[in-house]
Nanobody, 127 residues
Framework: QVQLAESGGGLVQAGGSLTLSCAASGGTGSGLGVGWFRQAPGKEREFVARLLINRWGIGSTYYADSVKGRFTISRDSAKDTVYLQMNSLKPEDTAIYYC?????????????????WGQGTQVTVSS
């Protein structure tokens, strides 16, 4: 059974930075790569970023337009941990952030293409 555990959320002022971590354990770990989604109150869950691992173990990254240039997804393969570095945070980035393991290499922005999810970590950006 794969388990994902997020950490690193918190309260930060606009313009500040946070780094979220997602540690994978069990089964085949992070498999095809891990993605980040977020859900703000009253809104649907939305795609944030994905680290896609190809068959040669090389990663490529994908980002939602709303975070491109501000957020960076990376991994420590030895720890099977994926990070989301978030810079220049805005109040509209406030949400619960979830990491999830991708089960396909296509349509990385679709939540149904992820099979295991973490419990989420709250990020609050004050203005």
């Amino acid at each position: 059974q794969v388990q994902l555990a997020e950490s690193g959320g918190g309260l930060v002022q606009a313009g500040g930075s946070l780094t979220l971590s997602c540690a994978a354990s069990g089964g085949t770990g992070s498999g095809l790569g891990v993605g980040w989604f977020r859900q703000a109150p009253g809104k649907e869950r939305e795609f944030v970023a994905r680290l896609l691992i190809n068959r040669w173990g090389i990663g490529s990254t994908y980002y939602a337009d709303s975070v491109k240039g501000r957020f960076t997804i990376s991994r420590d393969s030895a720890k099977d941990t994926v990070y989301l570095q978030m810079n220049s945070l805005k109040p509209e980035d406030t949400a619960i952030y979830y990491c999830a393991r991708g089960k396909t290499r296509t349509s990385v922005n679709i939540a149904e293409n992820y099979d295991y999810w973490g419990q989420g970590t709250q990020v609050t950006v004050s203005s």
